[in-house]
């Protein structure tokens, strides 16, 4: 048989409100042409995101039930830890509200002036005494990435290091076909070591899959060799695991010599190669909130654990409930079934092909989790300043009540305070995720023949202009303005 079907059956429905085109162009207009300002009730498919957007199975909400309230020692935290342990082999298991709070807590750690704090300072830093020179010596950090995720490049900068992305130039190509578009470049991490030397960098990140990279996976090579150059100069290497899962059955569709491992072992091997991951459950983990912080280094952890008390919660439950930690046990679990990883990528490669086919470039092949549109080649005629991908994502809201999102100049672009010049990234996307477990292939038939009508029409696409806009993260509310 060729057909691969949702591998599970429909328990309990959630009505979608069906909105007309009128109605929606009145919206769109109330919320400022920014989708983030939208209510969910008013969208009809939504891939904002995958995260937190799970359904979650009857053995997780059977688990909600199980939770063990228990402020401390609770069964529930047991549970979450020895599942996370066996996937991971890592010995401090931290939990957090979601994956933000455990980059808070690791950058503030890492990159913070620790002289002025007393709990950052009750331990060692890894790496050793050498860094504290260059800490006081007041010269930023820097911390690599494949592409660091927005919350994880905010964090970076807050606590007043550098972020910088190191991802292959394949991985900026929208038409390249390479199989593992998420790899960090060695040579790029070497020339960045030689530049400002490896006291400067705290810490590598790599991120799997790698999102604002068009969740495009890492291989296994790749992290084995960043792996090394981190190891020859005693920089810790961090994995951002959120969509480890979907790297794992990637890796093992993809890369030879793993077709006949199973995606949990290739997951392990994954961690095995780290010294430490920050994880949002509320993409992999299958649950609707929930982070990790893992590491192997005990002084950091000892440190971690002091900020987590300070502000998420004791250290067996992190802000969480206990019902929490058992539908995060339960979703790592699940998370690894093949079954499920078939399907979820198979979904994910269906709607992709279907664009393809029409001829709408998307980051080319497509990922694991969401499906990417090139917006410069959607609309040539919008310029990066006039935000091309806001406004494919404004044309599949009013055409057919898709909300998307803009990943490209609203997202990341910059404007020098100085001399008012304006930076846009490399690539200008709209992506469409797909939140798991939730949508059939109807939904998904929808969204492709939506989003071919909309490029039959695409020279009506509208630049806009933005009236008003915060300091930070623009994207979630800055309004614009159709020109
Ligand atoms: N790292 C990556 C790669 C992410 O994709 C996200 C969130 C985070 C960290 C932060 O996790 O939201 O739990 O605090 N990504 C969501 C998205 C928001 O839509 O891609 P969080």
């Given at each position: 048989m060729k057909t691969i079907i949702e591998p599970f059956r429909i328990k309990m429905v959630e009505p979608i409100k069906l909105t007309t085109p009128a109605q929606r162009e009145e919206i769109l207009r109330r919320a400022h042409f920014n989708?983030?300002?939208?209510?969910?009730?008013?969208?009809?498919?939504?891939?904002?995101?995958?995260?937190?957007?799970s359904a979650m199975s009857s053995e997780q909400w059977a688990g909600m039930l199980r939770g063990d309230e228990s402020y401390a020692g609770a069964r529930s935290w047991y549970h979450f830890e020895s599942v996370l342990r066996d996937l991971t082999g890592m010995p401090h298991i931290l939990p957090t509200h979601q994956g933000r709070a455990s980059e808070r807590i690791l950058f503030e750690l890492i990159c913070a002036g620790q002289e002025r704090n007393p709990i950052l300072r009750s331990g060692e830093q890894p790496g050793g005494q050498e860094r504290n020179p260059i800490l006081r010596s007041r010269e930023p950090l820097v911390i690599p990435n494949n592409n660091h995720f927005d919350t994880t490049r905010a964090n970076i900068e807050h606590s007043g290091a550098e972020a910088v992305d190191l991802v292959i130039d394949e991985g900026r190509a929208?038409?390249?076909?390479?199989?593992?578009?998420?790899n960090l470049d060695p040579q790029k991490l070497e020339a960045l070591i030689e530049r400002v030397?490896?006291?400067?960098?705290?810490l590598c990140m790599v991120t799997v899959t790698n999102n604002s990279g068009g969740g495009q996976p890492v291989s296994l090579a790749n992290l084995q060799e960043v792996r090394g150059i981190c190891a020859r100069h005693g920089i810790p290497l961090f994995l951002d695991a959120c969509r480890f899962a979907e790297n794992a059955y990637l890796i093992k569709q993809r890369e030879p010599g793993h077709a006949h491992r199973s995606a949990r072992d290739i997951a392990r091997a994954m961690f095995d190669l780290a010294d430490g991951a920050t994880i949002s459950a509320k993409k992999d983990g299958l649950v609707n909130i929930g982070g990790v912080l893992l590491m192997r280094d005990h002084a950091l952890a000892e440190r971690a654990n002091n900020l987590l008390i300070l502000t998420e919660g004791f250290v067996t439950y992190g802000g969480l409930a206990g019902r929490d930690l058992e539908a995060m046990a339960q979703g790592f679990t699940e998370v690894l079934h093949e079954d499920y990883l078939q399907y979820r990528l198979r979904s994910v490669a269906y709607l992709g092909e279907h664009l393809l086919a029409a001829g709408i470039q998307i980051v080319e092949p497509p990922g694991g989790h969401a499906v990417y549109l090139d917006a410069a080649a959607f609309?040539?005629?919008?310029p990066p300043a006039r935000f091309p991908g806001q406004a494919v994502v404004c044309a599949l809201y009013r055409h057919a009540g898709i909300r998307a999102v803009e990943i490209g100049s609203v997202m990341f672009g910059r404007v020098d305070?100085?001399?008012g010049a304006a930076s846009h990234p490399p690539m200008e996307l709209v992506r469409l995720a797909l939140p798991r477990r939730v949508y059939t292939q109807s939904h998904i038939d929808y969204v492709i023949e939506a989003t071919i009508e909309v490029f039959e029409r695409r020279d009506q696409l509208r630049p806009l202009r933005i009236l008003e806009e915060p300091a930070a993260l623009r994207h979630f509310t800055a309004k614009f303005e159709e020109m």
């Amino acid at each position: 048989m060729k057909t691969i079907i949702e591998p599970f059956r429909i328990k309990m429905v959630e009505p979608i409100k069906l909105t007309t085109p009128a109605q929606r162009e009145e919206i769109l207009r109330r919320a400022h042409f920014n989708v983030f300002q939208i209510p969910a009730e008013e969208v009809m498919i939504d891939l904002l995101t995958d995260s937190g957007t799970s359904a979650m199975s009857s053995e997780q909400w059977a688990g909600m039930l199980r939770g063990d309230e228990s402020y401390a020692g609770a069964r529930s935290w047991y549970h979450f830890e020895s599942v996370l342990r066996d996937l991971t082999g890592m010995p401090h298991i931290l939990p957090t509200h979601q994956g933000r709070a455990s980059e808070r807590i690791l950058f503030e750690l890492i990159c913070a002036g620790q002289e002025r704090n007393p709990i950052l300072r009750s331990g060692e830093q890894p790496g050793g005494q050498e860094r504290n020179p260059i800490l006081r010596s007041r010269e930023p950090l820097v911390i690599p990435n494949n592409n660091h995720f927005d919350t994880t490049r905010a964090n970076i900068e807050h606590s007043g290091a550098e972020a910088v992305d190191l991802v292959i130039d394949e991985g900026r190509a929208p038409r390249s076909r390479h199989p593992f578009k998420g790899n960090l470049d060695p040579q790029k991490l070497e020339a960045l070591i030689e530049r400002v030397g490896a006291a400067r960098i705290p810490l590598c990140m790599v991120t799997v899959t790698n999102n604002s990279g068009g969740g495009q996976p890492v291989s296994l090579a790749n992290l084995q060799e960043v792996r090394g150059i981190c190891a020859r100069h005693g920089i810790p290497l961090f994995l951002d695991a959120c969509r480890f899962a979907e790297n794992a059955y990637l890796i093992k569709q993809r890369e030879p010599g793993h077709a006949h491992r199973s995606a949990r072992d290739i997951a392990r091997a994954m961690f095995d190669l780290a010294d430490g991951a920050t994880i949002s459950a509320k993409k992999d983990g299958l649950v609707n909130i929930g982070g990790v912080l893992l590491m192997r280094d005990h002084a950091l952890a000892e440190r971690a654990n002091n900020l987590l008390i300070l502000t998420e919660g004791f250290v067996t439950y992190g802000g969480l409930a206990g019902r929490d930690l058992e539908a995060m046990a339960q979703g790592f679990t699940e998370v690894l079934h093949e079954d499920y990883l078939q399907y979820r990528l198979r979904s994910v490669a269906y709607l992709g092909e279907h664009l393809l086919a029409a001829g709408i470039q998307i980051v080319e092949p497509p990922g694991g989790h969401a499906v990417y549109l090139d917006a410069a080649a959607f609309c040539p005629h919008v310029p990066p300043a006039r935000f091309p991908g806001q406004a494919v994502v404004c044309a599949l809201y009013r055409h057919a009540g898709i909300r998307a999102v803009e990943i490209g100049s609203v997202m990341f672009g910059r404007v020098d305070p100085v001399t008012g010049a304006a930076s846009h990234p490399p690539m200008e996307l709209v992506r469409l995720a797909l939140p798991r477990r939730v949508y059939t292939q109807s939904h998904i038939d929808y969204v492709i023949e939506a989003t071919i009508e909309v490029f039959e029409r695409r020279d009506q696409l509208r630049p806009l202009r933005i009236l008003e806009e915060p300091a930070a993260l623009r994207h979630f509310t800055a309004k614009f303005e159709e020109m």
